[in-house]
């Protein structure tokens, strides 16, 4: 959970989820087969080979030559058997993130008709997985038969030596039935422990799989004993602040934010208008250091962000987007999630400053579970997207962090909540430093300060009634919006 966004969006939850369980159940089954090998070879192939010893010593050549044959075909089969379970476990993650993905998105599935296409995408991850497994099975068949061939010559060796020793007068019958027996035992025990020993390499196998992922290297990552952040006044700073997504760093044209210099004053209301592309969204997912920059630095009351650790940086900052996604929990632990050491009566009294305690009072899951209990399904697809966002404003009310960040945060309302839940937003920025993204630049237009963007670089500051007096970029979007229609070019904050 500490790795980049990156990290997130360039794979299936349902994969990383897998892996992550593999990568325990197979460090927990290694470590086991482990010590049981270690003491069963202590115990009968040492073993065996005293005990031979004390009937006659030539009796050890048939053992020795067997042991150095097993231990060949251990080096030659098992490392690749480990190889084959790595590739396996991938793609048995694979196939879970694709199923995982089609659930997730069910709803975009039966909207489109495509449960057939969804079904062969699976299948086709279910091929990889099969071939996979039929690799592995059979280089266990020809590792079995290769083991079965040396048993039987150990068996071969073992009773003509024997029987050639006591016709020698060397050794007794009763010397043969021990040799042939404790050769017959071993046969079985070997068995036994090379299988021991693949399953061991193969669960060795996942691991490393897992491993791969799960501790890879941090893009972004705290400096050593980075400091907390402390928030006196909340000034914001952007100094020639350069980024792009894995292209190349000052490049023109292609960098997502251009040489951005900035100034928030403590406790000013700033809004960010532009073009859909224009980095908006991209300026708050950079304060929240999702990103590390390509240049530059965003300094708040003098800190570098870089500096401090993300944890108390992102806890000094309240964020509502237009996304909103909520956890499959009860409605109090998702608006308690802003403050987890609330009380109810302020998780209630933030429930209605968001006018959320409306629909909260009448929910019922299917478990019985009413109002403030009631559980909201995975991603909170039991509630409209109105309510989802009501719910996630109450918790970031709740939060009452010194900065606020604003992405649509009222886009998935109807007219009549957007304008009571404005109302307790206007309330909620006294004191505090906000940076607001509206898609509709009326919600936006009483704020301080207007920044318009554009090709990642700020084309226009000022006020809403300065802004059309100057009749710029700003003025053609609000006209646009304002004539009663949505043109191409028209502000967007879906970035």
């Known amino acids: 959970l500490r790795q980049s966004m990156d990290f997130f969006h360039n794979d299936f939850a349902g994969r990383v989820a897998t ?172 068995q036994w422990i090379i299988w021991e ?117 992102r806890a000094a900052i309240g964020v509502v987007t237009q996304d909103t996604s909520l956890l499959h929990r009860s409605v109090l632990e998702n608006i308690r999630y802003g403050r987890p050491d609330a009380n109810m009566a302020d998780v209630e009294a933030a429930a209605r400053k968001a006018h959320a305690d409306d629909f909260i009072t009448s929910l019922v899951d299917p478990k019985g579970r009413r109002g403030f209990e009631a559980h909201v399904g995975e991603r909170g697809v039991k509630l409209s997207g109105g309510q989802r966002q009501r719910v996630a404003i109450a918790r970031v009310l709740l939060k009452n962090a010194p900065i606020l960040v604003l992405d649509e945060a009222t886009s998935a309302l109807d007219s009549e909540v957007e304008a009571a839940i404005q109302e307790n937003l206007y309330a909620l920025m006294e004191g505090k430093t906000v940076i607001a993204v509206a898609h509709r630049l009326s919600t936006i237009a009483a704020m301080d300060r207007l920044v318009v963007m554009d090709q990642g670089q700020i084309v226009e500051e000022g006020t809403h009634r300065t802004l059309l007096r100057k009749g710029g970029l700003y003025a053609s979007l609000w006209q646009r919006q304002s004539g009663g229609f949505l043109a191409a070019e028209t502000v967007d904050a879906a970035e």
């Not at 449960?115 to 690799?135: C, P, Q």
Request: with cysteine.
């Open 19 to 190: 892996k992550v369980m593999q990568t325990a159940l197979g460090v927990r089954d290694a470590v086991m087969k482990f010590t049981e090998v270690v003491v069963y070879v202590l115990v009968y192939f040492i073993g065996a080979l005293v005990l031979v010893a004390t009937s006659d010593a030539r009796l050890m050549a048939p053992l020795l030559l067997w042991l150095v044959g097993y231990g060949a075909c251990c080096w030659c089969f098992v490392p690749r058997m480990g190889k084959l379970s790595e590739i396996q476990a991938d793609m048995r993650s694979l196939v879970t993130g694709r199923v995982v993905d089609s659930y997730t998105n069910v709803s975009t599935v039966k909207l489109f008709a495509h449960a057939d296409r969804e079904d062969s995408y699976a299948r086709e991850g279910m091929g990889w997985m099969l071939k996979s497994v039929n690799d592995s099975m059979r280089l266990s068949t020809l590792m079995t038969s290769t083991l079965q061939v040396l048993s039987g010559v150990l068996i071969f060796t073992m009773s003509a030596l024997a029987i050639w020793l006591w016709y020698q007068d060397a050794i007794t019958t009763g010397a043969i039935a021990f040799s042939i027996g404790l050769t017959l035992r071993l046969k079985a025990m070997s």
């Open 197 to 313: 020993v693949a399953g061991l390499f193969e669960d060795v196998g996942v691991v490393q799989d897992g491993i791969e992922t799960i501790a890879r290297e941090r893009a972004i990552a705290d400096r050593p004993a980075a400091p907390a952040l402390i928030v006196t006044t909340g000034a914001i700073a952007f100094e020639s602040v350069r980024f792009n997504y894995g292209k190349p760093a000052g490049t023109r044209g292609h960098d997502i934010v251009d040489g951005l210099s900035l100034k928030i004053a403590p406790g000013e209301k700033v809004g960010l208008v532009g073009r859909s592309g224009a980095g908006k969204s991209t300026i708050a997912n950079l304060l929240l250091r999702f990103y590390d920059l390509a240049s530059g630095r965003i300094l708040i009351d003098g800190q570098d962000i870089s500096a401090v650790s993300q944890d108390s940086l």
